[in-house]
């Protein structure tokens, strides 16, 4: 009895670990803002990263230490004298990133995206960029 006890505990934590997601949402209003976010979820990983200032930096890092299923990244970055925003992605199933960046109206515009994204099973990566 003891053994069937513990072995249902054992596939309860392995089923409760595959439930496991990583949700981070993060802003910052500022004259220098910097963000960097790392998630290495089983399911799903999901980051929303809003920054209003003059100098905006944003790295977000998804699945590079274990994969996820299924990864999700939005920087959006307002405002700024330098905007600068990488994103990496590593998943099972699929990638999605979305980088929207907007500069100081007064000047001309300084900004720099980067996105890497790898699908395992090859489901498929989709990347919007919106420079202005």
Same mark, same amino acid.
């Given at each position: ?23 981070? #949402? ?9 963000? !960097? ?9 999901? !980051? ?21 299923? #299924?990864?999700?990244? =939005? ?7 330098? *905007? =600068?925003?990488? =994103? ?6 699929? *990638?999605?990133?979305?980088? !929207? ?9 300084? #900004? ?17 960029? *919106?420079?202005?």
């Amino acid at each position: 009895m003891r053994k069937l006890f513990f072995a249902s505990v054992a596939v309860f934590a392995l089923s409760s670990a595959a439930q496991a997601a990583n949700t981070a #949402n993060t802003v910052q209003i500022g004259g220098a803002n910097s963000s !960097s976010v790392t998630q290495n979820g089983v399911t799903n990983d999901t !980051s929303n990263t809003t920054q209003l200032g003059f100098f905006n930096s944003a790295t977000t890092s998804q699945g590079l230490a274990t994969p996820s299923l #299924n990864n999700a990244s =939005t920087v959006t970055q307002v405002g700024g004298i330098v *905007n =600068t925003a990488t =994103t990496m992605q590593n998943a099972f199933g699929g *990638n999605s990133s979305s980088i !929207s960046q907007s500069s100081f109206p007064l000047l001309p515009p300084s #900004n720099s995206a980067t996105v890497g994204q790898n699908s395992i099973l090859l489901f498929g990566n989709t990347s919007v960029i *919106n420079q202005h």
